[in-house]
C-alpha cells in the first residue's frame, strides 16, 4: 500500500461556541495548508460527546464548525470536510487500537486530568480513552502531518507511541507512518482576554473571556477594550513581554491576524499605550472576522442544506481513503 507523502489530518469539536482561538489556533492554518497538502478537515462530534451534549445542539454545532471551515477559506471540492461519526473506520479502528495502547500511556495525558478534575470517577470512559480515538482519526487516513496547538502535543505524541507499537506488535514495519506535528504562527495559543495566563476557551462563565465566531463589529471592539492589559506601554522587544501575560496575548492576537510576527508588531507599536494599540487591533480583528461570521451565518440561516451536502460527500471520499487501509488493518490483525 502506498505510503502518503503530505496528508494533513485535523479536526475541530462541535461543542458551540467557536471562538477566536480555535480561529487563529486551528481553522486558519487548515487554510493556509491547502496550496501544500493533500487536506482531511473532520468536525469531531464522537469526540464531542466524551461529555453529554443535547442532541439538537450538537447537530447544529457540528453544522456551524463546517460552516466555519467553508467561510474561512476551506475548499471542499478540493479537499475533504466531514463530521466522524459518518465513516466508520474511526471508531473500528480506536477500538483495535485501545487493545494495542497501554493503560500507562494514558495516565499520564494531562488534559484527562484538567478536564475531569476532582471528579475523576465521575469522569466517561470515553473522555478517559479520547487519545485512542484521537489516534485513530489520524491513523485511518495513515495521515503524515496534524496541525496541532501546544495543548494537543502530548496526544499527538502518543498516537505516534500507538503507530509504532502497532507496527512493532504486528510485525509491518512502516505501516502506520508515524505523524509530524504542524505547530504554526504566533497564536497558536491564544489566551483569555480577561487573564493572560489562561487559555481562551468556551466554557470560561464570562463572555468577555473570548471574541466568538458570531461577534459583530460592536461586541469584538468592546472585547478588546476591556481586555487585561497594565499600565505600562509596549515595550519595544519581544523579551519586554515576558511577565505581562495581557499585554503578550494582545501582541501575539494582532501579529497572527496581520501575518506579521511578535517583533514585527512591536516595531510599529512598541512605546504605545494601550489606548493606542486595542483601538487598531480592534478594527484589524473586525476586518478579519467579519466576513467570515457573516457567511458563517448566512450559510447557518439560508443553506444548511449545502452544509449537509458538503459534509455528507466529505464522507463518501474520506471513507473511500479509510476502507482498504481498514481492510489491510484488519489483515494484519487476523480478523476473518
Not at 495548508?33 to 461529555?51: K, S
Not at 496541525?147 to 498516537?159: F, I, M, R, S, T
Request: glycine residues 6%; proline residues 5%.
Amino acid at each position: 500500500m502506498e505510503q502518503p507523502k503530505n496528508r494533513v489530518f485535523s479536526g475541530v469539536q462541535p461543542t458551540g461556541n467557536l471562538h477566536l482561538g480555535n480561529y487563529l489556533g486551528a481553522i486558519r492554518n487548515f487554510v493556509g495548508l491547502q496550496a501544500t497538502h493533500e487536506c482531511i478537515y473532520c468536525v469531531v462530534d464522537m469526540h464531542a460527546i466524551t461529555v453529554w451534549q443535547d442532541p439538537k445542539e450538537l447537530a447544529a454545532n457540528t453544522r456551524e464548525v463546517a460552516a466555519a471551515y467553508i467561510a474561512s477559506g476551506i475548499d471542499p471540492d478540493k479537499h475533504i470536510i466531514f463530521n466522524q461519526s459518518k465513516v466508520p473506520a474511526h471508531a473500528e479502528l480506536a477500538w483495535i487500537l485501545n487493545c494495542v495502547a497501554r493503560i500507562g500511556w494514558l495516565n499520564r495525558m494531562t488534559q484527562f486530568k484538567d478536564k475531569a478534575g476532582k471528579d475523576r470517577e465521575g469522569a466517561s470512559v470515553g473522555l478517559y480513552a479520547y487519545p485512542v480515538l484521537m489516534a485513530a482519526d489520524i491513523l485511518a487516513y495513515r495521515a503524515t502531518h496534524v496541525p496541532v496547538g501546544e495543548d494537543q502535543k502530548q496526544h499527538l505524541e502518543l498516537a505516534r507511541d500507538v503507530a509504532q507499537k502497532f507496527n512493532n506488535d504486528f510485525a509491518a514495519p512502516d505501516f502506520f507512518p508515524l505523524p509530524e506535528p504542524l505547530i504554526m504562527g504566533e497564536a497558536t495559543r491564544v489566551m483569555s482576554l480577561r487573564d493572560g495566563t489562561k487559555k481562551m476557551s468556551k466554557s470560561d462563565p464570562s463572555d468577555y473571556s473570548r471574541i466568538t465566531m458570531k461577534d459583530d463589529a460592536d461586541a469584538i471592539a468592546l472585547k478588546i477594550r476591556k481586555a487585561q492589559t497594565d499600565p505600562e506601554p509596549l515595550p519595544e522587544t519581544v523579551e519586554g513581554l515576558t511577565g505581562r501575560a495581557g499585554a503578550d496575548n494582545l501582541v501575539g492576537i494582532y501579529a497572527a491576524l496581520s501575518d506579521m510576527t511578535k517583533a514585527e508588531v512591536l516595531k510599529e507599536f512598541g512605546g504605545a499605550q494601550f489606548g493606542t494599540f486595542k483601538p487598531k487591533l480592534a478594527e484589524l480583528a473586525v476586518e478579519k472576522l467579519s466576513p467570515i461570521t457573516s457567511e458563517m451565518k448566512r450559510m447557518m440561516d439560508h443553506d444548511q442544506g449545502y452544509i449537509d451536502d458538503v459534509l455528507a460527500k466529505g464522507a463518501v471520499r474520506a471513507r473511500a481513503i479509510t476502507d482498504p487501509i481498514y481492510a489491510r488493518v484488519r489483515e494484519i490483525v487476523g480478523f476473518i
